[in-house]
């Protein structure tokens, strides 16, 4: 028998892969936006957790604001303030809004400086590809949560590998 040499691949995944991928998680979280009512997306919890709308404005507050701050080099503190919304439709607005903010700033950062430290809101030191990562677990997490939020309320939640 003999042996075949494989090459390694000098690329696992590419800026745009990740981006999809991203953009597929934040699909799918808009979703479970969606499936809320009204009244329960901004009062309904459990053991004391936020609401998930307050955890989807965590999420607006980290992502674009992130991306944008990664290009300026801009270390300004985060904030969640211009991402308060009052009503679903305004949620989903703002969510679909980010989404362009995140595709705009994202295509502005080269692949060379994924690897770069950024100090992040002045307060998280790591690799640019790191804090990325950061974002997309970020959101899974928060997403389970209104997984068990819309469960608890006798609603399906949308299947996690649709995004």
Sequence with gaps: MTQQTLTQPSVILTPETLLKHWQGHRNLTRR?????????????SI??????????????????????AIVANDENPYTEERFTCNT????????????????TYYAQIPAERFSEVFNLFGQYKNEIIQSIFYFIDN???HRGQGYVYLRALNIEPPFFWER
């Design 139 to 141: 959101e899974n997490h």
């Design 88 to 103: 679903k439709e305004a949620l989903l607005q703002k969510w679909d809004e980010e989404t362009e903010v995140i595709n």
């Design 32 to 44: 479970v936006i969606e499936k809320f009512p009204e009244h329960e997306l901004f009062h309904f």
């Design 47 to 68: 053991g004391g957790m936020r609401t998930f709308a307050q955890l989807a404005t965590e999420l607006l507050s980290i992502a674009g604001p992130s991306l944008q």
